[in-house]
């Protein structure tokens, strides 16, 4: 059943039932141009989606009252009231301080800086909230229910129009110090500029690997008379002319998973994880996982990681994150007399 709640939001829920005695969980993806919502039973069942639009909107606040009126959407249609739901977790794009819940930076399409989306969310809605990057999320995702079920040790690689890792290490994931491991589209790569990244910009491996690179590789080699692919092709589309054996195509796919593939090598060397995830919706398209797959092989045979698809592809985040909010609602709340004798982490 779909019904639309407004011109640029569309609600889909599964057959109505109230669900109050387990208790309800939402999880949330903050995407550049689209914001999606699901919500869920505590055995991690999906029972309502919600999604809208978002492209133009940066300004936080807009987004924290687009969550709240996508929650009260879906336990409506559900049965359901605010009484029922016990926590939310939320990707957002960008570097996130899981610890305080803030968004550090994101990309230029939403331009964030130090928001405190925990604290915001947790006003509005009254139940313990979750706020971590995208890419964790979706890696969470695969964790619990995807390619890297009852793998503890490997790492989840978005390749869309920009490029990025979530890193589980022994089941728990690796943030880094300053919340930046698994920002990889910065890693310096041959051929590139090794000047340092404008805000906003795409890194070195970006340029290569991510959508928006790969597309302004084949701009710069392409002509009229050696394909019939238009000059402003997606990167999906190119890899769709590479598999039909179109030269120029090929080039720009071969460059792209070799360099995806030295990348993933050179990961595997100092974190020896056995399991690589390719996600997105670049990283998903087959003709890209073979070639990379292809360029793995020829490397050191003590260090040959597997590399496979995601299993959950575009479901990846909102998995990861109703897996997050449901661990968040069997904790104690912050501050209570439990939480402060025995921490647990976040």
């Known amino acids: 059943m779909q019904l ?58 807009e987004i924290v009252r687009m969550i709240c009126q996508g929650v009260e959407a879906l336990l409506s249609t559900n049965g359901s009231s605010r009484c029922d739901m016990l926590a939310i977790a939320v990707g957002a794009p960008g570097i996130t301080d899981t610890d305080r819940g803030i968004v550090l930076a994101t990309s230029y399409l939403m331009g964030w800086k130090d928001v405190p989306l925990r604290d915001l969310l947790e006003a509005e809605l009254g139940v313990p909230a979750f706020v971590d990057n995208d890419v964790n999320m979706a890696a969470f995702g695969e964790h619990a229910a995807g390619s890297a079920r009852g793998v503890d040790n490997f790492v989840f690689l978005a390749i869309g129009t920009g490029v990025g890792a979530g890193i589980i290490l022994n089941g728990e994931p690796f943030r880094g110090e300053g919340w930046i491991a698994g920002e990889i589209g910065y890693m310096l790569v041959p051929g590139t500029s090794v000047a340092l990244a404008e805000a906003g910009k795409p890194g070195a491996l970006e340029e290569i690997v991510g959508g928006e690179g790969i597309q302004s590789h084949w701009q710069t080699i392409w002509s009229e008379g050696g394909t019939a692919l ?27 998973s070799r360099t995806l593939a030295y990348s993933i090598y050179n990961i595997s060397l100092v974190l020896n994880c056995p399991l690589f995830v390719l996600g997105g919706s670049v990283g998903l398209h087959p003709v890209f996982v073979d070639a990379t797959r292809a360029v793995l092989k020829e490397k050191n045979e003590r260090v040959q990681p597997r590399l496979v698809p995601s299993s959950l592809g575009a479901e990846a985040q909102l998995n990861g994150a109703i897996f997050q909010a449901i661990a968040i609602a069997r904790k104690p709340k912050r501050g209570s007399l439990k939480e402060t004798q025995e921490p647990t982490l976040r």
């Open 230 to 256: 238009a000059k402003d092709a997606t990167a999906t589309q190119i890899f769709d002319e590479a598999l039909a054996g179109n030269p120029l195509a090929q080039a720009v796919l071969g460059l792209a």
């Open 4 to 61: 639309h709640q407004s011109d640029t939001s569309v609600i889909t829920a599964q057959q109505p039932r109230k669900t109050s005695i387990e208790g309800l969980v939402v999880g949330v993806d903050i995407g550049g141009t689209n914001l999606r919502l699901a919500l869920a039973d505590k055995a991690g069942t999906i029972v309502g989606r919600w999604s809208s639009s978002t492209v133009g909107i940066r300004d936080p606040q």
